[in-house]
């Protein structure tokens, strides 16, 4: 069982989400600077918030070098009088830090509200042939847990390593890994933001051209970037902007280590040469007592789908199936609107664009608010953000 929670260091709820905007998404347009996508996603949230820019005053950039801008840059480029400013790498798997670390300043008085920034223009970055990306110049080589001196250069090899070890442990196969794809596609075809417009079927999958063994053209995530704004106050300041407040009423940090992997969850790492069914780890869980939640009152769950098969891994990973046992829980709509545990309910990064994930918490917000239309989970009163790395944000309706 987890341990007993220390309320003198919970912020359950005590910090919100009083505004959200997102830009047009960019693909194939190198000619658009990350930063005027940014532009724009401030000036929505501040709309959505109800604030005036000279209020911001803090500012946490998820879009550091090589990717984007840094956060001076980005400060003067918005017109912002900043007394409060971080940056990370562009990670979507850091998303759940940067949202903590929102809270934590808000909380502690070091802003009143703080701007998380991300903006992401995919063809002006070396991942599709333009300079600007230089993460193999990292000691190791890769990224991702790639390892380029054995040939595995690329951030789906790390994913495809993993995925087929799951194939192989637990009798899973591409075509049950399709229904994802399939399911989250649906979802996209709510979303009028959202980049993939067409229908997709688990043949489809199926006949499209393989990447990187077991992995399909359509278990990647898509080249199309934008920019998300999330505003962030504390629950007492958030009750005055223009709309109900999102309460963040859990935390989980990212986790980092041996048993760590992009592509995998505990168990299932390039390094691990034991099984190992520990998962999902007591210590995780934790964040369901801090949110005062279990995973029962959960209404959706959002993840990093960089990889469709990461979808897999984090389900597991926070317990809504047993391990080897998320291949089938993602069936027969379970996963789908309308299903026990709607997942990426905006088409995620698979079908409606990868701004490292910040665009799925604008769809949380909004879950939350009501405001999704024909995609919108009906009641929804809890929403989990969380990755197969360990990080995870618990989200309350007002």
Not at 18 to 31: L, Q
Not at 100 to 105: P, Q, V
Not at 141 to 152: C, D, I, Q, S
Request: charged content about 20%.
């Amino acid at each position: 069982m987890p341990a007993a929670i220390d309320d003198r260091y919970n912020l359950r709820d005590q910090t919100a989400i009083v505004g959200v905007g997102n830009s047009a998404f960019a693909r194939r347009t190198p000619e658009v600077s990350p930063l005027s996508l940014v532009v724009d996603a401030m000036r929505m949230a501040l709309d959505d918030a109800g604030l005036r820019r000279e209020q911001i005053d803090g500012l946490l950039i998820n879009i550091g070098t090589p990717m984007g801008v840094d956060y001076d840059q980005t400060a003067e480029a918005l017109g912002l009088d900043i007394r409060f400013a971080d940056q990370t790498w562009t990670h979507g798997r850091q998303l759940g830090t940067v949202l903590a670390h929102a809270a934590m300043a808000v909380y502690f008085g070091l802003a009143d509200y703080v701007a998380c920034v991300c903006g992401l223009n995919w063809s002006r970055s070396g991942t599709v042939g333009a300079p600007g990306q230089n993460q193999d110049d990292r000691e190791i080589g890769g990224a991702h847990y790639e390892n380029p001196p054995y040939g595995v250069s690329s951030p789906g090899g790390a994913y495809a390593l993993a995925a087929q070890r799951y194939f192989d442990r637990y009798g899973a196969t591409s075509a049950d890994l399709a229904e994802v794809c399939v399911t989250i596609r649906n979802h996209a075809l709510l979303n009028p933001l959202a980049t993939m417009k067409k229908p997709l079927t688990v043949a489809d999958h199926q006949n499209s051209r393989l990447i990187c063994e077991p992995l399909h053209l359509f278990d990647y995530c898509l080249t199309a970037g934008g920019a998300c704004v999330v505003i962030v106050s504390r629950a007492d300041r958030a009750v005055d902007c223009a709309k109900p407040p999102v309460y963040l009423s859990g935390f989980s940090a990212l986790h980092a280590g041996r048993k760590e992997a992009t592509g995998a969850r505990p168990g299932l790492g390039v390094w691990q040469q034991d099984p190992d069914e520990a998962v999902p780890d007591a210590r995780d869980l934790q964040i369901y007592p801090k949110a005062g939640v279990s995973q029962a009152d959960i209404n959706g769950f959002y993840t990093y789908d960089a990889m469709s098969s990461v979808v897999w891994m984090a389900l597991e990973r926070w317990g809504f199936c047993k391990p080897g046992e998320a291949w089938e829980f993602t069936k027969n709509g379970r996963i789908g609107l309308g299903g026990e545990l709607p997942v990426n309910t905006s088409g995620g990064l698979l079908s409606e664009a990868h701004i490292s994930s910040w665009n799925q918490i604008c769809e949380i917000t909004r879950q939350l608010r009501g405001e999704c239309g024909p995609r919108q989970i009906p009641d929804a009163q809890f929403l989990q953000w969380g990755t197969n790395r360990g990080d995870s944000v618990v989200f309350r309706r007002a």
